[in-house]
């Protein structure tokens, strides 16, 4: 029973944080937007699409003086990715773990003594 406890906690700490988010971000003379990467119209945005065309396409007001892909720089990053979450859900887990044994140990003590 405490091995199926442990398990379904695992399944439901680690799930969520196989989801995660890509942006894109445009550069245009010093200063940048940041655009999500969302499934748009049936297709499935990703980091191959954060080129210059795309950030071009997207026509931001940072942009409109760009006179081409030259002015255009662009980054592809990730958040919230499954490393990420894991490193945190890892140390909420380890910190509620042991403020628990701090909260219940007196108590143990006190017990086994009788």
């Not at 499934?39 to 191959?48: A, D, G, S």
């Not at 958040?79 to 140390?91: C, G, M, P, T």
Request: charged fraction near 25%; include cysteine; charge should be neutral.
């Amino acid at each position: 029973m405490k091995l199926l406890s442990l398990t379904l906690t695992l399944i439901l700490l680690v799930v969520p944080a196989l989801a995660y988010t890509e942006f894109c971000k445009c550069e245009c003379f010093g200063e940048y937007e940041i655009i999500e990467l969302r499934p748009q119209k049936e297709q499935l945005l990703t980091c191959n699409n954060c080129t210059r065309q795309f950030c071009l396409d997207q026509k931001l007001t940072i942009c409109k003086e760009a006179k081409g892909e030259v002015d255009v720089t662009t980054a592809c990053f990730e958040r919230e990715s499954f490393k990420d979450q894991l490193i945190v859900y890892a140390f909420t887990g380890v910190t509620v773990g042991l403020l628990a044994w701090a909260l219940f140990k007196p108590v143990l003590t006190r017990f086994r003594r009788g």
